[in-house]
């Protein structure tokens, strides 16, 4: 087997126990006997020590500008929302509902993107397209 393989291979194993060991996250959270909020904020302190860690071995550049921050500060604040309902919801009804609801919405956020394109689509009122989708 070639090192290229060899590595490939590996990453892949890599890859399925992320993936393994994620899929039960909420079991995790359900039998550690902490609050859903301690948990969630753990989880993002372990995550962003490790991701830190990366990118300080990297030698990565951390300032890119104000607007970029901007958007990162957006985004993290999303996933903390995120991950703050999701982890509410493991207490209330469960490690595999709550997984299940949390990765519903993209179904949901599917659903918008399509009715938004067809509004869209139809920007004349007059045209049969938009006839046809109202009636």
Request: aromatic share 12%; hydrophobic share 50%.
């Amino acid at each position: 087997m070639s090192k290229d393989a060899a590595h490939s291979h590996r990453a892949e194993l890599e890859i399925v126990a992320g993936s393994f060991l994620i899929s039960f996250s909420g079991v995790f959270v359900k039998i550690a006997h902490i609050g859903p909020t301690a948990a969630g904020v753990y989880r993002n302190l372990f995550g962003a020590i490790a991701l830190l860690a990366i990118a300080l071995a990297r030698r990565d550049s951390f300032w890119r500008g104000w607007n970029n921050l901007r958007w990162v500060l957006l985004g993290g604040v999303a996933f903390a929302a995120d991950i703050y309902f999701w982890h509410r919801s493991i207490h209330y009804v469960g490690p595999g509902l709550a997984t299940i609801l949390g990765n519903f919405q993209v179904f949901f956020m599917a659903a918008a993107g399509i009715l938004k394109a067809v509004e869209s689509s139809c920007c004349d009122m007059n045209s049969s397209n938009c006839r046809r989708l109202r009636a």
